[in-house]
């Protein structure tokens, strides 16, 4: 490996802004850092470059621990954006800098500066000042420069951002080739998923700082794990829809798909379906389609744009009608659809038509968390929780919706649901003292995952996860990954054995907490601290919630029966959110 990042965490004022990064990138390897602006990239990249220390985790280049080392002892190549060229230097002493500090004797730094300019296709530019070049010329000039005295890894900071789009694809592919000739590790950070695509062999997208997931282009446009790189490679619609024991399930029509595996005698449940533009299938009736039928809707924007057409349609409301969002809003029933010129010419189509709609291909997403329902006792309690801050924001960043359930017997034994429907997604309810009550009521009625929410409760800046049992570690750990990539947090598991644990018993307490941390990792890409507790499980998890404020709780548990006798203390008068993830069944062998 030529970069290594173990649990990576830089944060400012507190917060994470950098928020536990592993990453090994390989030898030659062309990575591209992509995200949004603010999610850490820069922080990240100067991180590996030395320029600023990091305050948890360790960075090693080609095996050899930097982590404490200056930027001078790292061997890197750097270019940033604005082109840092020395002003009044020609481009020869620009070039020449870095050889000349290292003493490098005239000759040889004029053959390596006469060599650099070929690669960067600036021959015989030597003598201009950076204020005669371009751009783009200059910024030939500062990967020249960053390449002089052979770092072994080169880290590109948005190299492209100041330059127009032709310049610009003509510098990507003079930097692609520069890499593949010298083979050297490459980083390069963008905001920009095209130039992602156009370059890398592999990308690792970063959203709040938490690096989400890593593979290769197609590999992640084509199968996506989570909403985030969903929507942000590319448009994507995400649609609600059932995963029953016959397959996936939009409404009342059951449609071919990837599915994230059998359903392991779990009952149905609500999944996350990606559906891209280009997979949506338009024809006048259902029996026309070619591919599996998903409901009728009316076209209501209609763009050509050259080789593609877009169009937004509004998907006809109704009983059956898929819950449906998309990468431009939450909440808004608009289907984004691209279409071919050779689709166009099969089927003509104008603004204000009535169309059938069908999907090709669909993509089940395996996050656990699908959509959150808030129940309480009365109508205005129920709408009073979708206002909450953590649950309003959790929502808008999931691009998914809440709904709302009134129970008027919530909590009274014996009693049986009022509304028929089963509980989908994650049961939202207020903190209260019988709020234990509440939740063991629900989950006794079939909730899976249940929030508790105090009031005013905001995004936490900690999240600790446990769990009671180890048959939901697996759901747990799940859960807590989804949570995670939607808060900017850092997530620490405690694991708690009791005080008379025998001292010969407690290395296996230490084991488990490194399994559960390689867990998280490989199946469920979150990275998370460890500590090991000792005590009764209910008064620790409270002691360390009570600690700092702006803490949460995951909880996993299995069985519905003793939930208040064994965890009331988390929830009587308590300050911090809890979410409940209760599974009956053990769960399958990982
Ligand atoms: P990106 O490169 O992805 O746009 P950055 O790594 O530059 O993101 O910044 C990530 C977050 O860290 C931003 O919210 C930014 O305001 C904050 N940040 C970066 N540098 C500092 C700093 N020196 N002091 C305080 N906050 C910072
Ligand atoms: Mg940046």
Redesign the pocket.
Known sequence: MSITLDQVTKR??GSP?VNDVSLDIGDGEFFVLL?P???????LLRAIAGLSGVDHGRISLHGRDVTHLSAKERGVGLVFQNYALFRHMTVADNIEFALRVRRMKAADRRQRRQELLRLVALEGMDERMPGQLSGGQQQRVAVARALAHKPEVLLLDEPFGALDAKIREELRRTIREVQRELKISTVL?THDQEEAFALADRIGV?NLGRLLEVGKPQELYASPATRFVATFLGAANLVLARQTKDGIRFGKTPVSASTPGPLHGQREHEVVAVVRPEEVELAETRESLESGYLTRGTVEELIFTGALERMRIRIDDGPDAPPLTNSNGSGSALLEVTRTQHEQRAFEIETGQEVAIGVRRVHILPTPLSSFTTCATSDSLAEALVQQPLLAELASRMKTRVSIRVEPKLGMPNAPCETSSVFSGTTVIAAHSEAAYHAQWLLQRGAEEILVLPQNASPPQRVLIHWADESVRRATLAVSASVLRHVSAEAIYIGILPTQTPAAQRPHGMRALLDARSEAQAVHGLEMRTELRFGDVSNELARQLAELPGQMLILGIRGNKDLAERFGSLFADAHWPVLIVHREHEGPAS
């Open positions: 400012y004022q802004v995200g602006s603010g999610s850490g990239k820069s922080t950070v970063m």
